[in-house]
């Protein structure tokens, strides 16, 4: 198995891949949309310039502290193997290449490069590059890695067993952590007052939902293993947020995503309260623990909140709506941006049950 050190890369200012953006900063006489690709291309089998192509959208004073999560979840990419060239995992790499693509292209568009955004993923970045704040980077950067997760569906199947168990976990986990931001009621209950600290990207509260080296496994592929005696291993804190705050949560979890992100289809990722996007339905029993039950009882008593359970129904409207989806070929476009959108499938997601998720507010 190959291994990379992640620690012997040299500083973030100075790591390969950050000239991407300077040698694309000249006259915007390419379309936003070629240019972007040919910069991820550029990188796309160096894992190192992958991480400084990341590094390098943040450049700029008023954005730079934003950049700390999603480097530490790179960073755990690189370290554990999936965005090697030779070896990797095609899926990991291709969700990686969706979240570098649309940064780096709403990056081109707001220097005043031609063309709009070529998916609905873009125009959250240019929204936050033009007025940055905590809430914008994570409907921006959700927004990426959805769409990533949505478009490459077709290569979980090559994935083994395990990988796919955790691609439903790392979902999980950055839907909470923006739920945690935007909706702290419905992420932590009575402990809501601690929402934005923990979720706050530039803090390393943050850390503890989006880096995800305490969650997910330092190697790729992973050892033939049983599912039961991975998760017997997982750190004992992780193991209480995840069971005793998160899972509790995730139709909920789901439904308020769906509704934030305007991806209809999210919430069918979620079938009776069970993340199926690759983990399958059958094997639901992995997201249900007989380990430390004192402890997660007493999150989940800390964290309860009657509030939690009103958007189970929009959950439900959402997955109507994601299987009409699902079952329409035909797409128009929306009048926003050239957005693609079935026929029939209604009016935006924004304008679905907003007065119910506003008493979550």
């Known amino acids: 198995m190959i291994t990379v050190d992640v620690s012997s890369y040299c500083p973030i200012a100075t790591v390969p891949g950050r000239d991407m953006f300077e040698l694309h900063s000249g006259p915007m006489t390419t379309g936003a949309e070629q240019r972007a690709g040919e910069m991820v291309a550029a990188v796309r089998d160096d894992p190192a310039r992958r991480l400084g192509l990341a590094a390098a959208f943040y450049e700029r004073p008023d954005i730079r502290s934003y950049r700390r999560a999603e480097v530490a979840f790179m960073k755990w990419q690189i370290r554990c193997g999936v965005l090697r060239a030779d070896g990797g995992s095609p899926w990991w790499r291709a969700v990686n290449e969706s979240l570098l693509r649309d940064a780096a292209e709403a990056d081109l568009l707001f220097r005043g490069s031609t063309g709009a955004g070529s998916n609905r993923s873009v125009d959250p970045w240019l929204a936050f590059l033009r007025a940055p704040g905590p809430e914008r980077w994570y409907r921006a950067h959700n927004s990426s890695i959805v769409g990533g997760y949505l478009r490459h569906r077709d290569l979980v199947a090559g994935e083994g067993s395990l990988e796919r168990f955790f691609m439903d976990v790392a979902l999980l986990r950055v839907l909470y952590a923006h739920c945690l931001l935007v909706r702290p009621k419905l992420a932590l209950g009575r402990l809501a007052v601690f929402g934005r600290l923990l979720g706050d990207p530039r803090r390393r509260g943050a850390d503890l939902f989006l880096s995800l080296k305490d969650v997910l496994p330092d190697a790729y592929p992973l050892e033939n293993v049983g599912i039961d005696k991975v998760l017997a291993a997982e750190n004992y804190l992780s193991r209480i947020v995840d069971y005793g705050v998160i899972v509790p949560r995730i139709p909920q979890l789901y439904a308020h ?39 997660i009882a007493l999150a989940r008593t800390m964290t309860r909140s009657d509030l939690a359970r009103l958007p189970t129904q929009i959950s439900h409207d959402y997955q109507l709506r994601s299987r009409t989806i699902a079952s329409s070929d035909r797409v128009m476009c929306d009048a926003q941006g050239g957005r693609t959108r079935p026929v029939g499938a209604g009016p935006p997601p924004a304008d679905l049950s907003d007065r119910r998720l506003q008493l979550l507010l």
């Open 257 to 295: 995503a769906a509704e934030d992100l305007g991806e209809p289809e999210l919430a069918g990722l979620c079938r009776d309260e069970f993340p199926v996007y690759a983990w399958p339905y059958e094997e639901r029993h992995v997201w249900r623990t007989a380990e430390s039950p004192f402890a």
